[in-house]
């Protein structure tokens, strides 16, 4: 039934503005909180702004030249890639072992759940701050060690125990989120292909790599993507634990980042390695995406 001539608040009019009204907080908090920071980050990196001097001047495309010649940014990207890497295949090989013995609905299988996700509820900093202590030459990891007989290492001191411990600190913190994550998947795997696997003479290994692993296809891509991305944006751990050392072997991104904005006070050229965060996060999470066509189950 139309609406008589006239009439300005007709019934789709007004619906239309319920929705508008509804979507108004999201969307202005989007844009207050994420594009116009985005511009000005962009803005930011064309400037050199000394908070110190109280200056600010133009320097055009000069922080983008720096990217090119700075040595210890390329290593800083080096390190990224490691600690992105290590991250993601210790992180989810762990958590898809861990969420597969959960699923056999063992004994006890409440409380384990409940110990490998208690990590995540716990504050970074207080996590970081512990095992600092455990790490240290004197600390609980090399006491365990002397009790087996066996010298360890300093562990925050040497390149690659460094990155290492950085790697496993951060993989125990969080691998409970995504082992809730792979244990919701795979109970909603039918029962009953397992079964006919079985009768059809599949092992264990098979039926895990042909039924498993593409039912839950969808959440691996989740999970990978989530984890890497976080992986793109550490700091805290690297701020307690190394401070970037030694040398600059657990120098990331973002660390560097903080060191070139706060530390040395080179606003525009922390600004510019910003916008190539922003820039190697969002390429990575979109290739990830496109390949979902490939690997992910029920993706034509």
Known sequence: ???????FWTLSRRDALVGYVLVAPQLIGSVLFVLVPLGLVGWYSLNEWNVLAGTFEFT????????LSDQTLREALGNTAVFSVGLVALNLSLALFLACLLNQRLAGTAFFR???????????????????????????????LDVAAIDGPNWLRSGPTAMLSVVVVQVIKN????????????????????????IDGAGAWTRFRRITVPLISPTILLTSIITF???????????????????NSTTVLV???????FQFHHFGYGATISVLL????AVLTLVQWRLRRRWVFHES
Not at 278 to 281: A, G, M, Q, T
């Open 1 to 7: 039934m139309r609406a008589p001539r006239g009439v």
């Open 229 to 247: 991305a976080g992986s793109l944006q550490v700091f805290a751990q690297i701020a307690v634990l190394t401070q970037g050392g030694p040398g």
């Open 255 to 261: 660390y560097y980042l903080y060191q070139q904005a």
């Open 278 to 281: 922003f820039l190697i996060v």
């Open 60 to 67: 055009g495309t000069d922080n983008y030249s720096k990217l």
């Open 175 to 198: 691998v409970g989120l995504n082992v809730v994550l792979f244990l919701a998947a795979l109970q909603g795997v039918p029962p009953q292909l397992y079964e006919a696997a079985r």
């Open 114 to 144: 409940a110990v490998f996700f208690s990590p995540v509820l716990v504050t970074l900093v207080a996590w970081t701050l512990v095992w600092q202590f455990l790490l240290q030459p004197q600390g609980g990891i090399n006491g365990l």
